[in-house]
């Protein structure tokens, strides 16, 4: 009895102190660097040479989404809409492969019917209640990815409030638009300002965080895209940069990048072919906006409840 305790205490030990490094080498990886984080580089120059230039292309790549979603934004609204839905598509994948125990793989066939079979009552929820289900999926949402950053607290709210109510804030009757035509109905108005709250928080906590560390080009790419852009391209635009990106990243570092891919082409693959049905058959008339969007919510929420709770 005695010593089993003292097996569960090493191992609760060990397992803290795994989480501990897994922590700090995250928040290092992705938190902004230090003025003095970055004369330690320097001071390891060859090693350091080859981490800057992946640093580099990691601080330039939520710029380069960006522009690309400024020339759609200026293209007009059905491709700003179009290459947002696209940028949700690719941002997918990092919720496509099953990774547990310190391994990725795909998902079998049991755990993908569990996970469509979940989905499909969440997107019927949605369908019945459709206000209770948007705002279900927008407070998890938001949970979700506050939690997704495991930077401080300050940094993740920041960033999560942005991208659930940075639009509402900004743009509110285009904003309100997209909720109307997801919902089948104009919200309330007192929703939509309960939304846009949230947006003014995000867009206060995001100042009071770009105070204390200026260079963090995720979370300034989501003020911009959630300021300049249509709601569905700048929401699309920083869940790629802020949350789909850096996970994906994340991953690759943990697996490599081959069993990442291994792990997450069918589930993605299958994803893509039931958008571009779905877009179809809304396209033809045979499905309404209200439930091609239900679905798409529905498919979301297993894998925001499947999130194990200590990351
Ligand atoms: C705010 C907002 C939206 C919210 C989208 C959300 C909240 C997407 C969440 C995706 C998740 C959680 C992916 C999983 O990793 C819409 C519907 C684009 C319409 C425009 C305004």
């Known amino acids: ?53 992946a640093h580099g292309v990691r601080a ?19 491709i700003a809409v179009v290459l947002g839905l696209i940028f949700f598509l690719i941002g997918t994948a990092h919720g496509a492969g099953d990774e547990q125990d310190g391994t990725i793989r795909p ?29 279900l999926f927008l407070g998890l949402s938001l949970w979700h990815f506050a939690r997704s950053l495991h930077g401080d607290w300050l940094r993740g709210w920041a960033y999560a409030a942005l991208v659930i109510g940075g639009s ?56 911009l895209a959630v300021a300049f852009l249509h709601p569905v391209l700048a929401v699309g635009t920083a869940f790629l940069v802020g949350h789909a990106l850096p996970l994906q990243a994340e991953q690759a570092e943990r697996h490599g990048c081959d069993a990442v891919l291994r792990a997450q082409w069918i589930t993605s693959a299958l994803a893509l072919a039931g958008t571009v049905a779905l877009a179809l058959a809304w396209n033809a008339g045979f499905v309404p906006l209200t439930v091609v969007a239900a679905l798409a919510f529905g498919m979301t929420v297993p894998h925001m409840l499947a999130e194990r709770l200590e990351r």
Do not use: H
């Not at 010593?3 to 609760?12: F, K, L």
């Not at 330039?60 to 059905?78: E, K, N, R, Y």
């Not at 569990?114 to 019945?128: K, R």
């Open 168 to 223: 509402m804030a900004l743009r509110f009757e285009e904003t309100a638009a997209v909720f109307a035509a997801i919902l089948g109905f104009a919200p309330p108005d007192i929703w939509l300002y309960g939304v846009a709250t949230i947006g003014l928080a995000g867009l206060a906590l995001a100042a009071a965080q770009l105070l204390r560390q200026p260079r963090d080009p995720a979370l300034i790419v989501s003020a």
């Open 107 to 135: 998902f079998g066939i049991w755990q993908a019917a569990a996970y469509i079979v979940a989905g499909l009552a969440v997107a019927a929820v949605f369908v019945m209640l459709p206000l209770a289900g948007l705002t």
């Open 60 to 78: 330039a790549l939520p710029f380069v989404v960006l522009a690309v979603a400024g020339v759609a934004q200026l293209s007009g609204t059905s």
């Open 1 to 53: 009895m005695v010593s089993s305790c003292r097996d569960t205490s090493c191992v609760a030990v060990r397992w803290k102190a795994t989480r501990l490094r897994q922590r700090r080498s995250r928040s290092a990886r992705w938190a902004p660097r230090s003025p003095r984080s970055a004369a330690t580089d320097m001071a390891a120059a060859p090693a350091a040479n080859e981490g800057r230039s």
